[in-house]
């Protein structure tokens, strides 16, 4: 089945424990996407890449860190994490190109609680 | 400023009814829009794409149309059921880029 992998889907840990969100998919896809979603601001872009080790910042990247080392992987890295972090994440793939060929297919989300 | 404005923020139905939500945007150039429904605690899935040329589309029941120039789309919903109850989120790709715009959503209730 395609899909889009996300580990762990929740997860409660303390300001400044370094912490890993992963990402995989298994489309081939050569776009991938973070992004954070919190009430009322919709979903906002953390960081995307374009390809492997190609990767740039989207609207809301300060705190966070990204790496696009294989193509199917797209781990999401919060060095130090702080409350303002506290978000629902999602990591997105789609393939290049126009019209149907770039859907975005999301992932299930991560819920994470700083405190 | 690129944006995507999307009205209401919520909206209470009953089961059965029909009901429009409304997206405007700012974004150019334009490429597409396309509108997601996002069940809670779940991922957003797409329900369709409009193109510059394209001013209606049907997915079942869901109809999305497109006034490029008043830069303003619409999904209407027909028939309402229990199910429909979600998150629905108008996302407009700028052309030539990987740039999304997202809009904040219409949470939407069907009461049974």
């Known amino acids: 089945e395609a899909q889009v992998t996300q580990n762990p889907r929740y997860l409660i840990t303390v300001t400044g424990k370094k912490l890993t969100v992963t990402c995989s998919q298994n489309m081939n896809h050569e776009y991938m996407s973070w992004y954070r979603q919190d009430p009322g601001l919709g979903l906002r872009q953390i960081y995307y890449?374009?390809?492997?080790?190609?990767?740039d910042k989207g609207d809301v990247p300060e705190g966070y860190k990204v790496s696009r080392k294989e193509k199917r992987n797209f781990p999401l890295i919060l060095e130090s994490p702080s409350p303002n972090q506290t978000s629902l994440y999602f990591c997105?793939?789609?393939?290049?190109?126009?019209?149907?060929?770039?859907?975005?297919?999301f992932g299930a989300g991560s819920r994470l609680t700083v405190l | 400023k690129n944006q995507v404005e999307q009205s209401p923020q919520s909206l209470i139905i009953l089961e059965g009814k029909n009901c429009t939500l409304q997206c405007n945007y700012t974004v150019s150039p334009f490429s597409n829009l396309r509108w997601y429904k996002q069940d809670t605690g779940r991922g957003p899935v797409s329900l369709t794409i409009?193109?510059?040329?394209?001013n209606t589309k049907s997915n079942g029941r869901y109809t999305a149309t497109l006034d490029a120039d008043t830069k303003q789309s619409s999904l209407h919903i027909t028939a309402s059921q229990l199910s429909d109850s979600a998150s629905y989120i108008c996302?407009?790709?700028?052309?030539?880029?990987?740039?999304?715009?997202f809009g904040t959503g219409t949470r939407l209730l069907v009461s049974p």
């Open positions: 996302v407009v790709r700028v052309s030539g880029f990987q740039k999304l715009v």
């Open positions: 997105a793939s789609s393939s290049p190109g126009t019209g149907d060929a770039n859907v975005l297919t």
């Open positions: 890449s374009m390809n492997v080790e190609v990767t």
């Open positions: 409009m193109t510059f040329s394209e």
